[in-house]
């Protein structure tokens, strides 16, 4: 029964007991084998964003070799072998490893927090999904590290991709570790879908929910609608490749074309699931940086539900010079072009929001405005290869290169690093220095422009994609070389933020509680926050808490969860009244024996189909484990 | 800053044994996600098809109709007995719900050992066309979700024979018995596709 | 806009940073001489002027937004209506008005690049291979009358009707300064039309990644006058004519006995494998190992002896000559006019 508000409201107040007793119950266990049986969602979440930012790192050091390989013509620096292994794992893992996972990482550590909430809804599945990403990446750069790395392209089209003409282990490799990413990504999805839709604080109603959140919410549907496409391709594939099956094989019936349909409706979508919570992240930024509220919030909000639902109708325009008939690719050039709207939309929602505010212009704003320049051009080159005539023209050539950096760095990674400079001192409680924060902008913002514009002009001069050189008559060695310079100068500004936030947790600069003034509940915890992220549940009157909180000098929480145990607040899914409590799960070691398990079904397949039938069972008996109910059994 | 009580929700309810409890939307996620995995399956073989010259390809014929016939009216049995189980556990009748959901074990095997047979009699191969691949890939996905049901749902059998489940404590019953029946109901696209699909599409 | 054919453009980059002096390659979209690159470059400069008039706007008024309040003490925000009205025109009909008659333009386009040809237009098959071309002349009933391998020979002002295949991966055939790409795909037949409104060579290259040397799969298009078209045609129908001296007869010996007959065909002698490509004509080629080196002696010769140094990972084999028996091979290849 839900007791009413009382006419006058009582003050709370915390005893210290009962408090180190909230601490003691939502304690993450020490040791190294504890370290395995840690469930909460800010552990998680940073683990996802440290793992995935480590892999951000491996992949741009093969892009800077691929840059240096084309720094002039017939270079020698890598053969084609090597060159074709590094520019597959440049694309395989920047998209899947690296990509995803941030945004995955960023959003599990913040949605339940900005939310109000203790935990993500399935933390033990939570934990699962890492470790299974975790292994997967690890994997694949051990198949980098002997030789036997994927090399048909992040695209792996067949028939290329076939054990005739891919003999080996590499594409197995793909193929697994793919399935090993799709799996981490949609628990990840189905969580974040779960705790935003029920264990929102009482009183945020889906009108108020953080810009963040519900870019977050929109990439959740879009990889769980978008990821069983490529479940199928991938199975498809590796079973063609394990038990010769003859669904790729022209001889036989087989349809490479399948393979690029059910490829692209999944890699169309996936670009848009990369970058809305990027959207998600500037908004936010937005909101903080110019200390007043969003201008057109339902507008923002139905554009990036809009671009969701349009991402799905795009996918043919990755195809137009496969031999489809015209008419029915002209549908896509349609659809393509409209994708312009809801981001013109977005574009102009936060120019309006920006015009005549007081600015402060520390770095996350930067990076912000960064990402104006570089998006909005990336947008454009995007308008125009939704032309079939002149995508005929630049498909698969370095102006397609250009586009997608554009789009993809400037539209996602840039925002990220904002992101990043800006949640830095609520997750370690350190703050960055803004000086290096200046530093690696201008660094980054000009040594990316040097990287990728001249990539546009060597597409239209016949460029194509994924060659490891080319002959000096071309002429097109100048630009290359240019391009190579710029690289050096992006890494560099990637680079001086990755010492910034190392030296940061050196040096003693401690971070308040809430040192931008941001409106949002994450900064309603303490820096970093606390195991059970509230001392109690927050209740919320508007978009902008923060700011009420501040002006009314009172805020109003949720009484009567228990300290003993794990317990959140369950709400109404679009009006967030209470309607429950649940009682989440502690810590235990299962999630991570029962990714070991999956993880040996994967990999053993690519040697034996047996491993299919272990590893199925061990998973079902790990997970009997993992769900079996404690004895006594639990009673209210 | 003054923190005041907004609500009190010491006497909610920690049971949520429906749609109030994460874990059946999660349970529809994961339906979502399959659904949309079947979905994917039925395409393929459409595709498959429509491009094909002939389909069957010439020296096949579509498989036979009667034993998954026989099967598709199991599945629906045992998604019966599973909805019965759920009834008498909503009566508090744990005696009930240990029958019905062991009765529908016991009908999802008589499904499996009767698909094992019906494959072993397959007269083609997955390795010889892209038709023999898609047929044995279908079936195979829908026989390990069968397998799958039959497993978990031999837990929760256990589970309410040693009488955990009550009416308040049955979580695990509901979102059992959703899964169940998005696998029993899974088979019935499956079921026009694969073995009427040919005989309409031949013609 | 005008643009005149076969102008050097400087393209993108020296449009808007002409401290970079771009220099047009042999194979860029932005120096057609086709109809259909034509019409694709007509279409891209003035999308191009659109585009950067377009970025120009709204970084312009991303600058006017962020600092107009700058030195000022009170923020100077836009009321609900300016607001309101600022994200219509900027986010609805901007974009409206960009791609509404771009994409009207790039369909008619469209329907024009792709008309169809007339039946009695000239056909060439090509075939993509791991990481070549092998180049057929069909005649009117659709039969193989010439065969020859990564250079194609078109007759100025003509549409020529191209089969695309492949009996491998998939490869994309495409000439830039002439026609956008199309795919090669295994199992089906794709068809695209190719007319060359000037003479001249012009290179294409594969532009779907087919494996390890993807990057060295090009090919020459020599487009030239109906006339000498009609007598480079007879002379590839031709098989090879027989040695002429005593060594190039010892050359012949060489090619047989070491293995090349395995994978190459001479027509007119019994050499008639066909893993390579067929070297009836080989002398009369402009380029080795598709497009990568030129046909000179000396890197034909270096070309047998180890043509995994010229192309790693190719498929073929390096020989062991002696270099007696290098040179008189040399001298029978060299006589495959």
């Known amino acids: ?636 | 800053m003054r923190v005041v009580q907004g609500i009190d929700v010491a006497e909610m309810t920690r049971f949520n044994p429906d749609r109030r409890a994460p874990l059946w939307w999660g349970i529809l996620g994961l339906i979502t996600i399959e659904s949309a995995v079947v979905l994917t399956f039925c395409v393929s073989y459409m595709y498959l098809a429509a491009y094909a010259d002939v389909w069957p390809p010439s020296g096949e014929s579509a498989p036979p109709m009667l034993w998954p016939s026989i099967n598709l009216g199991l599945l629906m049995l045992s998604s019966l007995t599973m909805f019965l189980a759920g009834q008498a556990i909503n009566r508090g009748n744990k005696r009930g719900l240990a029958i019905g959901v062991t009765a529908s074990v016991l009908l999802a095997t008589a499904v499996l050992v009767l698909r094992s047979l019906e494959l072993m009699a397959y007269e083609f191969s997955w390795k010889d066309h892209a038709y023999g691949s898609i047929v044995w890939t279908i079936s195979g996905f829908h026989y390990v979700h069968v397998t799958s049901i039959v497993f978990g749902s031999a837990v929760v059998a256990i589970l309410a024979w040693r009488g955990y489940f009550t009416r308040q404590r049955q979580i695990g019953v509901v979102v059992d018995t959703n899964y169940w029946y998005f696998v029993c109901f899974a088979w019935i696209p499956f079921y026009l596709l694969l073995y009427w699909g040919p005989r309409v599409y031949g013609q | 806009m005008s643009f005149s054919k076969h102008k050097r453009s400087t393209g993108l980059v020296g449009a808007t940073a002409p401290l970079l002096a771009a220099c047009e390659g042999p194979q860029s979209a932005l120096d057609p001489a086709g109809a259909a690159a034509d019409l694709i470059a007509r279409l891209w400069w003035p999308t191009l002027l659109v585009a950067t008039l377009v970025t120009l706007l709204v970084l312009s008024l991303l600058a006017v937004a962020v600092l107009r309040a700058r030195r000022k003490q009170t923020a100077m925000p836009l009321n609900a209506r300016q607001s309101r009205n600022l994200v219509i025109a900027g986010g609805i009909i901007l974009p409206l008005a960009a791609t509404i008659p771009f994409a009207l333009s790039s369909f008619s386009i469209g329907r024009v690049i792709d008309a169809p040809l007339p039946d009695d237009a000239m056909t060439v098959e090509v075939i993509g291979k791991q990481w070549w071309w092998e180049v057929h002349y069909l005649d009117e009933a659709g039969e193989r009358i010439a065969t020859t391998a990564n250079e194609i020979h078109i007759p100025v002002g003509e549409p020529v009707r191209f089969l695309l295949k492949s009996d491998n991966v998939i490869h994309s055939f495409w000439v830039p300064n002439l026609k956008g790409k199309t795919d090669m795909m295994p199992g089906r037949t794709n068809v695209t039309s190719v007319t060359a409104d000037e003479p001249g060579v012009y290179r294409g290259q594969c532009a779907e990644y087919c494996g390890t040397q993807h990057a060295l799969m090009a090919f020459l298009l020599v487009a030239e006058e109906p006339e000498a078209f009609d007598a480079w045609l007879e002379g590839q129908r031709q098989p090879a004519s027989a040695p002429q001296t005593q060594a190039q007869v010892d050359g012949q010996q060489v090619f047989m006995q070491a293995g090349c007959a395995g994978c190459h065909a001479i027509r007119g002698t019994s050499a008639s494998g066909d893993e390579g490509p067929d070297l009836t004509h080989l002398a009369s080629r402009r380029t080795l190992a598709g497009a990568t080196v030129p046909n000179r002696t000396g890197h034909l010769g270096g070309w047998i002896t180890d043509p995994q140094h010229v192309k790693p990972g190719n498929k073929m084999p390096p020989s062991e000559l002696t270099p007696e028996e290098l040179t008189t091979l040399l001298g029978y290849l060299e006589g495959l006019e």
């Open chain 1, 1 to 636: 029964m839900t007791r009413e508000r009382p006419v006058a409201p009582y003050a709370v107040t915390d005893s210290p007991e009962e408090t180190a007793r909230l601490e003691r119950t939502w304690h993450s266990p020490g040791g190294l084998l504890g370290w395995f049986t840690h469930v909460n969602q800010r552990m998680i979440g940073k683990r996802f964003i440290i793992t995935a930012f480590c892999f951000f790192l491996l992949a741009g050091i093969l892009g800077i070799l691929i840059r240096l390989q084309l720094a002039g013509p017939e270079q020698q620096l890598l053969g084609p072998e090597l060159y074709n292994q590094f520019f597959t794992m440049h694309g395989t893992v920047m998209m899947f490893f690296f990509a995803i996972p941030v945004m995955e990482g960023f959003a599990i550590y913040f949605v339940p927090l900005m939310v109000g909430t203790r935990d993500m809804a399935f933390p033990r599945l939570n934990a699962f999904g890492y470790y299974v990403y975790l292994i997967g990446g690890i994997v694949l750069f051990g198949s980098l590290l002997l030789s036997m790395a994927p090399n048909a392209g992040w695209f792996n089209y067949v028939p290329l991709s076939s054990k005739l003409y891919s003999p080996g282990y590499g594409v197995d490799v793909w193929t697994t570790m793919i399935t090993f990413i799709e799996v981490s990504a949609l628990t990840a999805a189905v969580e974040l879908i779960v705790t935003t839709l029920r264990m929102r604080a009482p009183g945020m109603s889906l009108n108020r929910m953080p810009l963040f959140v519900w870019a977050a919410l929109v990439m959740s549907f879009m990889i769980v609608f978008a990821m069983p496409a490529v479940i199928v391709s991938s199975t498809l594939l590796i079973l063609d490749r394990l038990v010769d099956t003859q669904f790729f094989i022209v001889e036989s019936g087989g349809e490479p074309l399948l393979w690029q349909h059910l490829f692209w409706y999944f890699g169309h979508p996936e670009v848009y699931i990369i970058l809305v919570p990027a959207l998600g992240m500037i908004s936010t930024i937005i909101i903080t940086f110019t200390r007043r509220p969003i201008y057109g919030y339902t507008a923002l909000v139905l554009s990036v539900v809009a671009i969701g639902f349009v991402s799905f109708g795009l996918w043919v325009h990755h195809m137009f010079t496969t031999g489809l008939p015209q008419l029915g690719m002209s549908f896509f050039t349609a659809a393509s072009a409209t994708i312009a709207i809801p981001s013109g939309v977005q574009i102009f929602c936060w120019i309006a929001s920006l015009w005549g505010a007081k600015i402060r212009f520390a770095t996350p704003m930067l990076w912000v405005l960064g990402f104006f320049a570089i998006f909005v051009i990336g947008g454009l080159t995007g308008v125009m290869v939704a032309s079939i005539p002149f995508d005929t023209q630049v498909h698969d050539t370095f102006f397609l290169v250009a586009h997608f950096h554009y789009v993809l760095i400037g539209g996602a990674v840039f925002p990220l690093i904002g992101a990043t400079y800006y949640w830095w001192p609520k997750i370690t409680d350190r703050m960055m220095s803004e000086t290096a924060g200046k530093w690696s902008f201008w660094l980054a913002f000009i040594g990316f422009n040097v990287t990728f514009f001249p990539m546009h002009q060597l597409g239209l001069e016949g460029m194509p994609r994924r060659i490891y050189t080319y002959v000096e008559e071309m002429g097109w060695g100048d630009l290359n070389l240019l391009a190579t310079i710029g690289s050096l100068v992006l890494a560099a500004g990637f680079g001086v933020t990755l010492i910034n936030a190392v030296w940061s947790v050196f040096r003693d600069r401690r971070a308040e509680p809430n040192p931008w003034g941001a409106p949002t509940l994450e900064w309603a915890a303490d820096s970093p926050p606390a195991s059970y992220n509230f001392r109690h549940i927050p209740m919320v009157e508007s978009r902008w808490p923060l700011w009420d909180w501040e002006k009314a000098g009172e805020r109003a929480v949720v009484t009567g969860l228990r300290n003993d145990r794990r317990e959140v607040v369950l709400t109404s899914i679009l009006d967030a009244k209470p309607v429950g409590v649940q009682v989440l799960p502690e810590p235990t070691i299962w999630p991570f024996v029962s990714a070991l398990a999956a993880s040996m079904g994967f990999i053993g397949i690519i040697f034996h189909p047996v491993f299919f039938v272990i590893a199925f069972f061990l998973v079902a008996f790990t997970l009997v484990a993992w769900f079996w109910p404690r004895r006594p059994w639990r009673d209210d």
